[in-house]
């Protein structure tokens, strides 16, 4: 018997069975080809989460009206029969693990823009703006008959794709949920204004379907609560959802939010584990068709809890599942702490926003599943590696090395692995970077890499040791300008670190990038400070994705934070900062504290003298340019299989296994 018996107890759903509770989200990743075709990519993504566990794949959001209802580059198109052989192979590819399969049928409405589709956005009326401020064309009558009959087509594709079931994508401000809202949805035919008039398209959509397929599982996803003034709202929902059971719907899959509302629908990190599921758990009271939830569900104790309180019958994993496909294989293993997790950067769906395809930051094999997760041949005449620095890249780098059968020896001049990791982790709701941390250090104790604590690799070590290969990831060292007084300045990591304690009410920080706000988020907690933020660009923490970063600005705003922007540091004083802005009329502002938060800089200087004495040296993340975990990560496995590759051609023997990495 494994462990957390609720969450791994089957659940017929329909006319199918699921192995247990744990549903994969739908998630839109943009690996589909130009013409929204299913590729090698788009499979081997999803058959790594099925592989790994999860019960129920719901595919992400596929558009049925292409261009209209196209809402990304490259989004699966589920509108004309072509689609159809990809999505079988898809189907096949998630089946075979003993995992369901749902595609979701999605139509963006006015969430678009024709810069997307080529045509202008359209909505059931002309309300609201486009994310890119365009005003909406309203839908003639005719033409929602035609997305009706677009949205049974795509279903009848789907079946004959051979997937178990569909997801009607009414939620986050799309097409259907729109119709659903009071707000968005005034039309004065039949299919809006009351109740019963705006979710008309979607019972008729769930007739269509069940009229040609009944054994088709129909998941709804519902926005329980739009979170916007005047929006849908969860009395109203679970009319719906009570209706939507009704007229033939097998799931209940509840999330919330729209553009509008900003930031509850993919959340930041300062959002508590599951603080959603009473949304679950008021449609539950409404219908007896197996409910989901999800939203910042990481630990599978928690999800247990959830299932075996009967507050919700399935729960659901997004980002959780990019960051490490096998979470419900390792949870039902009781290995959780082998769990890579989700740090909640948002970095997949700022790359989403950005047009481009998902990656993730703490796990580099996400999106590149066809590339990195193919049978690796074994080093078997040990190749021996050397690692200077165990920041992020470099243990990312032993560890890849390590599994592909290297000798790794990594060598760090402090006492502990991690690098920045330590001070990043320590503001508010940086929870979730702590777990990271521990995860990284687990991972290495847990692995054959040799680690050397409290040695500094120098020149010398090189010349004795002789390693085949020589990988440089010792990171970035903060950077402080040439300003008069700057000796008076408390340095960021010392702050952090509480080597030194910040005194006086008055503080100036220098510099508004992310770890300027940061730290000034770290102080708030205290509640002592008038705090000041001093750069020089348009925008604070400019570097940092837009959720997390209006979430900690709403947090700074709060907190009375002055923030001053476009403005330049001159001086600072024994009683204050001189500053300028552009008129360059210079003022002082007090402060008996001032903290240089003013960026880092590489230190990569044993990569130069080793470069002349061998061949085979690399320098990574923040040691070759500054620019964070992700890059860091990305960077410690890609020279991993760079190594590998140069070994393959130096001739060395090899042994086939099959594990990947
Ligand atoms: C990269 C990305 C793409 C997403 N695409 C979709 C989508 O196609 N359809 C959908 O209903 N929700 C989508 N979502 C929302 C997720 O399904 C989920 O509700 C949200 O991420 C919160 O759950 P989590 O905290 O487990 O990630 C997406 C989220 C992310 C991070
Ligand atoms: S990119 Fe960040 S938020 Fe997205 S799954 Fe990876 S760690 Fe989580």
Redesign the pocket.
Known sequence: MGCYPNLFSELRVGQITLKNRVVMGPMLVGYADQNGRVNENVIKYYEARARGGAGLIVVEASCVDVPTGKEGVGQIHIDEPGCIPGLTSLAKAIKKHDCKALIQLFHAGRQTSSQITGVPPVAPTRQGLTPSREVPRELSRSEIKHLIAQFVQAADFAHRAGMDGVELHAAHGYLLNEFLSPKMNTRQDEYGGSLENRMRILLEIISGIKAQHSDLVISVRLNVDDFTPGGLQPDQSAIIASELEKRGADIINCTCGTYESGLTSIEPASYPEGWRVYLAEKIKQYVRIPVVTGGMIHNPAFAEQVVAEGRSDLVFLG?SL??DPKWPAKALRGRVHEIRP????????NLHFAGMPVS????PA?GREKQYNSRIAKVAAKSRVDIVGAGPAGIQAALTLDKMGFEVALFEKSSCPGGLLGFAATPPHKDRLKDFHQYLASQLNNSGVKQIYEHQYLIGDLQNRQPDHLIISTGSRPQTPKLPGIDRCLGLEAVLSGQVEVAGEEVVIIGGGSNGCEVADFLLQHGKHRITIVEGRSRLAADMERKNRRDLLNRLEAGGVMMLVKHKVLEITPTGVVIADATQQPREISAQAVIAATGYRSVNQLYHQARRMMSSVYVIGDALRVRGFKSAILEGHMTAYMIYQEELKSKRSYSIDSRGC
């Open positions: 980002r990019l960051a989700c740090i909640r950067c948002n970095g997949c769906i993730c930051t703490v796990n996400t």
